[in-house]
Nanobody, 127 residues
Framework: QVQLVESGGGSVQAGGSLRLSCAASGYRYSSDMSMAWFRQAPGKEREGVAVIDSGGATSYLDSVKGRFTISKDNAKNTLYLQMNSLKPEDTAMYYC????????????????????WGQGTQVTVSS
C-alpha cells in the first residue's frame, strides 16, 4: 500500500519560513519519478506549487518563484518544500503527490497527472 505522509505545516507570521516534508512508503521511491507539491485554500481549486522531475529539474508556480524550493532525498524516500518569505496568500492545505508510473509528465502542474496523494498538512500565514 502506497503512503505519502506530509509533515512540517504550522502557523507563522508573514515573512516567516516553514519546511514541509513528505515521506513515501509502500513502493520504491524511484529517482525516475517526478513528484510535486500542491496546495488548496478554502473555496479554491487545488493548484500545483512546485514540481521536481526525474533529473532533478524544478518548476514553480509563478507566485512562489524565488521563495519556495522543492527538493528530494532519494536515500530517505523523502520530498521537501522549503518555504521562505511566506505571505498570507500562501495559507492553504499542502499536499505532496506522485504519479502512477515513471516517465515525463505532459502537464506536471495538473492534478490529473498524479495518482498518489498525501493527507495534507496545513500552512497558515498571518499578517
Amino acid at each position: 500500500q502506497v503512503q505519502l505522509v506530509e509533515s512540517g505545516g504550522g502557523s507563522v507570521q508573514a515573512g516567516g519560513s516553514l519546511r514541509l516534508s513528505c515521506a513515501a512508503s509502500g513502493y520504491r521511491y524511484s529517482s525516475d519519478m517526478s513528484m510535486a507539491w500542491f496546495r488548496q485554500a478554502p473555496g479554491k481549486e487545488r493548484e500545483g506549487v512546485a514540481v521536481i522531475d526525474s533529473g532533478g529539474a524544478t518548476s514553480y508556480l509563478d507566485s512562489v518563484k524565488g521563495r519556495f524550493t522543492i527538493s528530494k532525498d532519494n536515500a530517505k524516500n523523502t520530498l521537501y518544500l522549503q518555504m521562505n518569505s511566506l505571505k498570507p496568500e500562501d495559507t492553504a492545505m499542502y499536499y505532496c503527490a506522485a504519479p502512477f508510473a515513471t516517465g515525463k509528465l505532459v502537464r506536471p502542474f495538473a492534478v490529473i497527472q498524479y495518482y498518489y496523494w498525501g493527507q495534507g498538512t496545513q500552512v497558515t500565514v498571518s499578517s
